[in-house]
């Protein structure tokens, strides 16, 4: 049902200001607005400890490793709302962590680089700070490729220049040459002509080979240090939990910083709404923790639009996802879901029509939603698939379908009893043009329990013309037309079938008359309800929507069969029956996987398409309250209100 909404105003102390949108928060009492020249507080200290949280998160899950599918992250009351110090220094010691790690990685990858630079001038004997220091010579080193080497030998030696070659990595082989200073730079262009590389030695007093080992021994000192801040970060990662609590911490406080709000010298005042059915726990809770408040509740203005709030019990209200997808329903007509939520639940199990499928949404849903948990939309549609199942188990026992294969419990159950029983109603395989049929039946009731909510939602609105001409018409040209079919060809009583055709002619007297109720003129008003006449072929057209059951029904038997059919021509050797169990197994996951997408979209189709088209207004928004924001932590054990009990 949609709870009525009352526009709020609270005024409190300004220094209570936040202690009372913590209050509303933590309940969700109130849904804020936003309101022309309000105020905001500042969120740059959030949203900068948002950015540095979620990137520590992200860092010290890599650390951590893969999540466990069932990991559930639950806190009390109080960790939440307390140990934001606590929360902040673990954010600062793992930065602070990551950056040292980070620095020692950088200076380990210089060192290997330095080290692999170096590596083929290992075999060099001279003090490289002494070569850099000489009187007559100057030295050259770099890198000369294979397909050059002979030709820079036959240069050097031609002219007597003093060389030495040294091992060779990718850059080709490592040289040296001394070359007096008088003819550096005319043996120097000579010697490029090869394609050389140059490669500038560090200035050291030691030799290349000591300084490689100094370096491998800082390279070791620094990769000891890493293992020991690698062990400390992964320490730091089975923690992650505070950094979860701060990211909630700081998104909870940014929304509720960001409410709008308006400020005199002394008091604060918010705005927004409230559900009827929460009016007294508001009260109660603000009146427990505040030592004043005021209160002003009003009704909306009819130029306002407030949001839909939505209570239902536990079943329908997992199926106003499937609503939600759709459309909202405004706070001015009937909420759909109650009886949506019925044919949503039959429709599914028809299509899925199956007890082992029926089994695995049953226990494979039921086991998810007990040890995943999930949240919001997505868990609602989790429960709308597990209740699906019941339906499809049903459905599936009178289908007499078990994995595709054929099932009889009430045979099974009878010769427990010496009796002959079943529970085969219909088996879509073989009978499919009964199938059709009731099909179209389903689509009928269908269709005329959307037109009753029509009549129902005009008489609330006060359009009862248009309850008239759109919906009580329709209801009596169908009724009448079922009622004409079923007595005039399958019973035989020609009183009940007059009745029908009666019925038939004032549904057609009522559009004729009411349609064109809005017009003006008498040529309107006859066009008009000519026009609405014409809407039968829609009618025609939205009741053969609903053949899509039987197409969806017997699409699932079929392909069962068919799996069963191939994996059956396996059977006869321990070869055969593995292959054969591989060919049930991917072939009926595989089957149940397109059926649910399957049922599950023209399920909703039917709904959206041919159920609501006839009542369903829509064009609302959600009643969303100022509540605590978990996007890390997945559920807070409460206790208390601020500062109250």
Do not use: C
Request: no cysteine; hydrophobic share 45%.
């Amino acid at each position: 049902m949609i709870v009525p909404i009352k526009k709020a105003k609270l005024f409190v102390f300004n220094e209570d200001k936040d202690k009372a949108l913590k209050i509303i928060q933590k309940k969700a009492l109130m849904m804020t607005n936003s309101v022309e020249n309000a105020k905001v507080e500042d969120v740059s200290f959030e949203d900068d400890v948002l950015v540095r949280t979620e990137k520590a998160i992200k860092y010290l899950e890599v650390v951590k490793g893969k999540k466990g599918f069932f990991e559930y992250h639950q806190i009390d009351e109080k960790s939440f709302e307390t140990n934001h110090e606590v929360y902040l220094d673990f954010l600062t010691k793992v930065e602070d962590k990551e950056f040292k790690l980070t620095k020692i990685n950088e200076d380990i990858e210089h060192l290997n680089e330095s080290i692999t630079d170096l590596a083929p001038f290992n075999g060099l004997s001279l003090n490289l700070e002494e070569i850099s220091q000489t009187n007559y010579v100057k030295f050259f080193s770099g890198f000369v490729h294979e397909k050059n080497l002979d030709g820079l030998k036959e240069l050097l030696t031609r002219n007597e220049i003093t060389f030495e070659l040294f091992e060779k990595d990718d850059r080709g082989f490592g040289f040296i040459v001394a070359i007096y200073f008088e003819d550096y730079e005319t043996y120097l262009n000579e010697i490029k002509r090869f394609d050389l590389i140059p490669f500038n030695l560090p200035i050291i007093s030691r030799t290349v080979a000591e300084y490689l080992v100094d370096l491998s021994n800082q390279k070791s000192v620094l990769e000891g240090q890493q293992k020991d801040l690698q062990n400390e970060i992964f320490a730091l990662s089975q923690q992650i939990d505070q950094l979860y609590i701060l990211a909630d911490q700081m998104s909870t406080t940014k929304k509720r910083k960001l409410v709008p709000y308006f400020e005199t010298e002394q008091t604060s005042m918010i705005t927004g709404w409230v559900r009827t059915d929460q009016v007294a726990i508001l009260e109660e809770a603000l009146k427990s923790n505040l030592e004043f408040h005021e209160l002003e509740l009003t009704d909306p203005l009819e130029t306002e639009i407030p949001p839909t709030a939505l209570k239902n019990n536990k079943f329908v209200s997992n199926f106003e996802t499937i609503t939600e997808s759709y459309n909202v329903p405004n706070h001015k007509e009937i909420d759909p879901n109650p009886l949506m939520s019925i044919w949503y639940w039959l429709i599914f199990g028809i299509m899925m029509g199956d007890i082992g499928y029926g089994l695995m949404m049953v226990i494979g849903f039921g086991l998810f939603l007990k040890y995943k948990r999930p949240k919001g939309s997505f868990k609602q549609l989790v429960t709308v698939f597990y209740y699906s199942g019941y339906t499809s188990i049903l459905v599936g026992i009178m289908f007499g379908s078990f994995f595709g294969a054929s099932f009889d419990l009430g045979n099974i159950v009878g010769s427990w009893f010496g009796q002959n029983w079943t529970t085969i109603v219909l088996v879509p395989m073989d009978q499919p043009l009964e199938m059709l049929i009731i099909s179209l039946i389903i689509g009928v009731i269908h269709i005329l329990s959307g037109l009753v909510m029509k009549v129902i939602l005009s008489i609330k609105l006060k359009t009862t013309l248009d309850g008239l001409a759109n919906g009580l018409s329709w209801i009596l040209i169908l009724v009448g037309l079922g009622t004409y079919i079923v007595f005039s060809m399958i019973i035989n009583n020609q009183i009940i079938s007059y009745i029908g055709l009666g019925m038939i002619g004032i549904g057609v007297l009522i559009i004729l008359l009411f349609t064109g109720y809005e017009s003006k003129n008498v040529f309107g008003k006859i066009g008009s309800g000519l026009g609405g006449l014409y809407n039968v072929t829609s009618y025609l057209s939205d009741i053969l929507s609903y053949s899509r059951i039987l197409a969806l029904s017997l699409s699932t038997a079929v392909i069962a069969f068919t799996f069963n059919l191939l994996a059956s021509m396996f059977l006869g050797s321990v070869l055969g029956f593995i292959i054969a169990l591989l060919i049930y197994l991917v072939g009926h996951i595989f089957n149940f996987a397109m059926g649910m997408l399957s049922a599950y979209i023209h399920d909703a189709r039917l709904q959206y398409i041919e159920f609501f088209s006839k009542f369903f207004i829509g064009e609302g928004y959600k009643y969303e309250p100022l509540s605590i924001e978990l996007n890390y932590i997945d559920e807070i054990k409460q206790t208390t209100l601020v500062g109250g009990n």
